[in-house]
């Protein structure tokens, strides 16, 4: 599944492939300390990069940073709850799928 990956203002990043980490925040709306929360809970973790400074984000990970975001905001979930979460809602994704497959 494609996704187009847009900033607030409209605009797009400069590559779809993979995103930087400020690119990552720009999309979500969230800032740089939060991502490296999510990377050090283990919720998101850079495809290149050893460092917040050269991380490279998949697209793909935009969703789980929004979804993490609105679990903490919304609902006061801590990162460690919002990881079960979303490892959760992966888990049902992938069962979907493969029901969707069988069927």
Do not use: Y
């Amino acid at each position: 599944m494609s996704t187009t990956i847009r900033f607030l203002d409209g605009s797009m990043p400069e590559s779809q492939a993979e995103l930087s980490l400020i690119e990552v925040c720009r999309c979500c709306a969230v800032q740089t300390d939060f991502i490296v929360a999510l990377v050090e809970e283990g919720i998101i973790a850079p495809v290149v990069g050893s460092e917040a400074a050269s991380w490279r984000f998949a697209n793909a990970q935009v969703h789980h940073v929004t979804l993490a975001w609105r679990l903490q905001r919304d609902l006061g979930v801590n990162l460690a709850g919002a990881a079960l979460a979303l490892q959760l809602l992966d888990e049902i994704e992938t069962l979907r799928a493969q029901i969707a497959a069988s069927a």
